[in-house]
């Protein structure tokens, strides 16, 4: 038996009803915030993500997965959304239009990762992104619509952990900083982070190696090396958090796992997940456009993990499903007909019905309607045609009315809609 590859999941009828339920909450939010959706390609040619996510970081290391096509040319499944939109907003000259735009887009990316609870090779992301401002209130905004995502998808134990990267002027003190901070720890380094440290070592207060972790836990904070501006920034967005009423923590070692941020990253965690507890994350990428050949123009955006998000929000979310409000159960030829044309008006009423065509009887369809736990079973034989009325049962209660077939639908109607 073929089976699925490994990292990857099937997302099944009884789970999709909670994946439907996440997707229209987003959606709606970031409707009402003024973002419109954008969709992607899965593939792109590689150079995107080297030259944007970075060289060094272990994304592109690592992680992508990357082949030839037929005319040689290296192509990528794509590890993560900003870097398409960004491509799309340029290619596309968008920022021609108006250099402000505002756009959300869902579905999956790929990373060659060792699986494990809530992370997958192809997993799935919700990103928000906002391209041509560069005002601290849009980072607040932003995360205060992050926030309120999860708080109206009922995420328990929610923190948002803040930090500023600074821009090209204030980080080469901070890299000096670093760097000799870090030459006191070569021992303890693994043999990435003792490569990287040179080059870039931003990366290595972003390993997840255990002794990395150790050893840099004093390394020197970004935030006391800020030029005067991106102090003034990150102040500015802290005090329009505060004034937003979103608690949030210092977190000097959030870096995140890509070269192209600049400015303010933030991550929000959750107690759900264990140690894998990041459930969304994000932050400004000012230079990002500019540096793939388009406008100088800033950007900010976040990116929330589908999967663990789903995983969350299960347990409280049981009961989202196509359960039917209807299960239409005809006995007989005559009866079968009629369900037919009852169950396809009802259905393109927004009522959700089922039937079942073959010729089980009353008992088998009983049960099949109690297997999907529809809310009501319209009962329909000889009898009740000879009686000009059909029976309809809640499922819950158990009791039971006569329902005339003369004008059914419109009768139905009123009951479910």
Sequence with gaps: MIQLI???????????????????TAISLFESFGFCEIRLPIIEHTELFARSIGQDTDIVEKEMYTFLNKKDEMITLRP?????IVRAYIQHRLYAIDPVQKFYTIGPMFRRERPQKGRYRQFYQINAEVLGVDSPLTDAQLIFMLVELLKRLSVPDVCV?????????CRPGFKKSL????????????????RRKEKNPLRVLDCKVLACREAMKDAPSI?????????????????SLNDLNIQFEIDKRLVRGLDYYTRTTFEVHTGSLGAQSAVAGGGRYDRLIESLGGPSQP????????????EIISSDNAGVSCK?????????????????????????S??????DFSDKGLKGQMKKADRLAAGHVLIIGDNELSEGSAILRNMMTKEQVSVPIDGIVEKLKSIFV
């Excluded at 952990?161 to 002027?169: E, F, R, T």
């Excluded at 901070?181 to 982070?193: E, R």
């Excluded at 950007?299 to 789903?310: E, K, Q, T, V, Y």
């Excluded at 927004?350 to 039937?355: D, M």
Aim: proline share 3%.
């Design 6 to 24: 490994r990292g990857v999941k099937d997302i099944l009828p009884g789970e999709i009803g909670l994946w439907q339920k996440i997707e229209k």
């Design 80 to 84: 993560e959304a900003t870097a398409s």
């Design 161 to 169: 952990y803040l930090n500023s990267l600074g821009c090209p002027v």
């Design 179 to 194: 760097q000799k901070f870090m030459s006191n720890t070569t021992a303890m380094l693994c043999s990435d982070c003792e």
């Design 223 to 239: 935030i006391e090396h800020l030029c005067n501006e991106c102090e003034e920034h990150f102040e500015a967005v802290k005090n």
């Design 299 to 310: 950007a900010i955006g976040f990116a929330i993990g589908f999967d663990r998000l789903a």
């Design 324 to 348: 039917p409000d209807l299960f239409i159960a005809a006995l007989g030829e005559q009866a079968r007909t009629n369900a037919l044309k009852w169950s396809c008006a009802l259905s393109l």
């Design 350 to 355: 927004g009522i959700k019905t089922e039937t």
